[in-house]
């Protein structure tokens, strides 16, 4: 879990993980698009049956873990327990974030590598759906105050950057 002080540490920590994941893929999805744009899809390196076949296989993990990102989410949100500390609430929340995020990256990944060896448009709409639900998803103040159950004096400490006691 990571170690924070007061919420807009735990904040900072939580936002700089999501934006290395979505940076993990977005470097490489962007250069090959730029790529696909410029000389289009005529050097992939799979073609006919093979690319066809490899479009069905990374869309069945892309389509569980997408799937699972959300629905296992929500579940594991209304695991969290309204009687816990709030240190204990936000390190759940922080696992939780971190497996649909990691989740939702795989997704990404895959769909890279799909457009890596077939140049798919296929693959673009799979890595912008995923991103977009990504991004929607990600962690801001407000949407980490409405997901948690949270009682009135823990949100003022979150929100006036208070002190988070062990």
């Given at each position: 879990m990571p170690k924070y002080k007061n919420g807009e540490e735990y904040y900072n920590k939580i936002y700089l993980v999501f934006n290395a994941?979505?940076?993990i893929t977005l470097v490489p999805f962007v250069a090959l698009f730029l790529n696909i744009e410029r000389n289009g899809a005529s050097d992939a390196m799979l073609s006919g049956?093979?690319?066809?076949l490899l479009a069905f296989?990374?869309?069945?993990?892309?389509?569980?873990l997408f799937y699972t990102s959300i629905k296992s989410y929500k579940k594991e949100l209304t695991d969290i327990k309204k009687d816990s500390s709030l240190r204990v609430k936000l390190n759940s929340y922080?696992?939780?974030?971190?497996?649909?995020?990691?989740k939702l990256t795989i997704c990404c990944v895959l769909m890279v590598i799909g457009l890596l060896l077939t140049?798919?448009?296929l693959f673009i709409l799979?890595?912008?759906l995923a991103l977009g639900v990504l991004s929607i998803g990600r962690p801001?103040?407000?949407s980490i105050i409405s997901e948690i159950p949270l009682s009135d004096s823990e949100i003022d400490i979150l929100n006036k950057?208070?002190?988070i006691d062990q």
């Open positions: 994941l979505i940076a049956l093979a690319a066809y296989i990374l869309s069945l993990p892309y389509g569980f922080y696992s939780v974030s971190l497996k649909k995020y990691f140049k798919y448009f799979g890595y912008i801001v103040l407000n950057k208070n002190l």
